[in-house]
C-alpha cells in the first residue's frame, strides 16, 4: 500500500487529516492532498504533461462540495480524458444520497461512501487497487 500514491481533493481541513490519518493507518502513506476539485485537476495535468502521470496517482478520493471545483466536474474530467480515464475515482462526501449516487455513477465514480463510513474507505481502496 505504501507505494501507491492517492490523489486527495477535500477542502475541509478537520476531514482531510481525518481521511490522511485513516490511510496512513492502513498503510497509505504517498498522498497528494489538495484543497479543491481545481487544484487537483492541476495536479495532474502537470504529471500529465510531465510523462508521469501513471506512476504519480493511482487512485483520486474526493469531496463533492469544494470551491472552484466540485468533486463531480473534477470526476468528469478524470472519466473523459484518455489519460486519466483509467484512474479509480472515489467520492466520499457527506452529499452521497440517491440523487447524487446515480449522478456519480453516470459520471463514471468507481465507488462513493458517505463521510461517515471512514471504515469502508480502505477496504474499497484494496478493491480497487489490489486486484
Known amino acids: 500500500r505504501s507505494n501507491l500514491p492517492i490523489l486527495i481533493a477535500e477542502d475541509s481541513p478537520l476531514l482531510s487529516h481525518l481521511i490522511q490519518d485513516c490511510l496512513k493507518r492502513a498503510g497509505y502513506s504517498n498522498l497528494i492532498v489538495n484543497m479543491d ?3 487537483a485537476w492541476d495536479k495532474l495535468e502537470a504529471f500529465a504533461k510531465e510523462g508521469t502521470l501513471a506512476d504519480k496517482v493511482k487512485l483520486v478520493i474526493t469531496d463533492i462540495e469544494m470551491p472552484q471545483m466540485d468533486g463531480h466536474r473534477l470526476t468528469s474530467l478524470l472519466k473523459n480524458d484518455d489519460r486519466t480515464k483509467d484512474i479509480p475515482v472515489i467520492i466520499f462526501s457527506s452529499l452521497v444520497n440517491e440523487e447524487m ?26 478493491g480497487l487497487l489490489l486486484k
Open 37 to 39: 476539485g481545481q487544484e
Open 101 to 126: 449516487m446515480r449522478k456519480g455513477e453516470a459520471l463514471g465514480a468507481d465507488a462513493q461512501i458517505s463521510k461517515p463510513e471512514i471504515g469502508k474507505l480502505v477496504r474499497i481502496m484494496d
